[in-house]
Structure formats: C-alpha cells, structure tokens
C-alpha cells in the first residue's frame, strides 16, 4: 500500500532554487535512504515533508488523503499544520530533547498536550474519556518504547546524563510516541563519535524489522545499502538517480552518483 506520494515539489529561499521538482512515492513498511552531497537539499525536503517549510508548488499526499497542495490558495491554519504534522515523525542530528524533562517525559510529554486537547474538545482520545485513563495509558507507551531502544534504566535520567548515542535512542523513541506513518531521520548518526554510532543504527535497522515506515539521509552508505528498499540520490536540488540499493549503490547508472559514491570508498 502506497503510504506516501510527493509530486514536483518545489522550495526556493528567495532566488535560490534549493528543491527543483522532487517526486516519488514510499510503500508501507519500506525504507527510502536520501544520500547527496551537503547542500543537496536533503534536510529540506525532510523539512517540507514535516511541513516545518512551505513549498512553493507541489503536492504532499498520505495515505491517499491530499494534505498539502500549493495549488490550494487557501493558507493552512496552525491547527491545520499541526494535524498534518502527526503522519511524520522527525529525528533530527543534534537529538533536540528537552534539557530540562526526565528522558521518560520527553517522550510523553507531546501525546499528554494532545490527549488533554482532544479530551477537552472532543471528549476522548484513543478510547479514553478521562485524562487520567488516557495519560496512565501514555505511560505505559513510554515504558514499551524504551525497552524497544533499550533505555529502560534511564527513564528518570537526564538528557545531560546520557551518552550522545543513549540521546538520540531517546528521540526516536519520542519520535515513535506520536505513532507516526512515516519516521524520518537526518544524519541521525552524524553528531555521534563513531563508537556510538552503532547502537542507533541498529535501533533503527530494528525498527525496519518492525515493519516501520521510513525516510532516512544518512552519510552511512553501508547502512543504506543493508538496511533501504530504495535508495535515492539527490543532486542539486533533483533526484538524480534512485533505485534499489544493489543498483543505486553498487552499481550506479549516474555519473554524478558515480563521483559521489567514490568519495567513501577512498577513504
Ligand atoms: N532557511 C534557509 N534560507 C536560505 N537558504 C537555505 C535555507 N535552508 C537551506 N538553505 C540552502 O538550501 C540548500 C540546501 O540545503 P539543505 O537542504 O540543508 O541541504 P543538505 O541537507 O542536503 O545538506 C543550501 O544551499 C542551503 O544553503
Ligand atoms: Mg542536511
């Protein structure tokens, strides 16, 4: 089942034409790795995605249900964005966890605002009626989530207690919280000394065993080559080529992939 279609978006900082018509669409339970070089418009397209950036043209699609559209002139209320928001998890390098919240409240602490939301509105959410079902409920997510990333211990820890690799398992359990349709990940190892790096990826190859689907820019080419479905090379803005992994990576069609590819291998 198609979970995901983007056609022909578009994103320009003012003159500069970072996203030049980016298309293709994403399976349930499969996994799409963004390589390119820095400055390719990776995060952006990440950022459009979460709608943390407004494209100029194109159309977001989930699930069949059109969630944004530049064609349509009206402007999308906050509310609007913020629903639209849910279908995307986003893990970010630098973890972004709130310094100042348990690493147990930093996953819950995003779903507890909108069931207390929905409550108040609408009268329940997920099957609760009362803020006390619903958050008790919450918890036991959190407690789920960190045995998934292997954080259990560190439920009442800090941030600032953790390890950089301990961290970003945190925000993808956070990011799981939401139960998002698509996970996304930028360089989700990119601030970890290499000895870290492991523990994330194999949460994350885990994750793909759980049937998750996922949009990861990685510079692990190893990684994208075991663990991708497909594998997609952006250039300038474009995709320049994408594909299965055993065509993308192991034998690329495009000269440019070609040149960026050899870049790792030299090393
Ligand atoms: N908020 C912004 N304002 C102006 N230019 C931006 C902004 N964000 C990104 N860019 C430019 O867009 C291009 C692509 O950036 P980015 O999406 O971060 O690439 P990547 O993640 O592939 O390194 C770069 O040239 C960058 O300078
Ligand atoms: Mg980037």
Do not use: W
Not at 23 to 33: H, R
Not at 62 to 81: C, H, N, P, Y
Not at 191 to 205: F, H, Q, Y
């Amino acid at each position: 089942m198609e979970v995901l279609r983007v056609e022909n978006i578009v994103k320009n900082f003012g003159r500069v034409e970072v996203l030049r018509g980016i298309d293709f669409s994403l399976q349930k339970g499969q996994v799409l790795s963004i390589i390119g070089s820095s400055g390719s418009g990776k995060t952006t397209l990440l950022r459009c995605l979460n709608f943390l950036e407004t494209p100029q043209k194109g159309r977001i699609i989930v699930e069949g249900k059109t969630l944004f559209d530049a064609e349509d002139r009206q402007k999308m209320s906050d509310a609007a964005i913020r629903l639209n928001r849910l279908h995307f998890g986003l893990v970010f390098q630098q973890f972004n966890l709130f310094p100042q919240y348990t690493v147990k409240r930093n996953i819950t602490l995003a779903e507890e605002l909108l069931a207390k939301e929905k409550i108040k509105k609408e009268g329940s959410y997920n099957g609760h009626t009362t803020v006390r079902d619903a958050l008790a409920a919450i918890d036991q997510k959190a407690d789920r989530l960190l045995e998934e990333v292997g954080l259990t211990v560190k439920a009442d820890s800090y941030p600032c207690q953790l390890s950089g690799g301990q961290q970003q398992r945190v925000a993808i359990a956070r990011a799981l919280a939401m139960e998002p349709d698509i996970l996304c990940f930028d360089e989700p190892t990119s601030a970890l000394d290499p000895e870290l790096t492991g523990e994330v990826l194999r949460v994350i190859r885990e994750l793909k065993d759980t049937g998750r689907t996922m949009i990861i820019v990685t510079h692990e080419i190893g990684f994208a080559r075991d663990v991708s479905d497909t594998v997609m090379f952006m250039d300038g803005g474009v995709i320049a080529e994408m594909g299965p992994p055993e065509q993308v990576i192991e034998n690329p069609q495009n000269p440019r992939t070609r040149e960026f590819l050899s870049r790792f291998t030299e090393r």
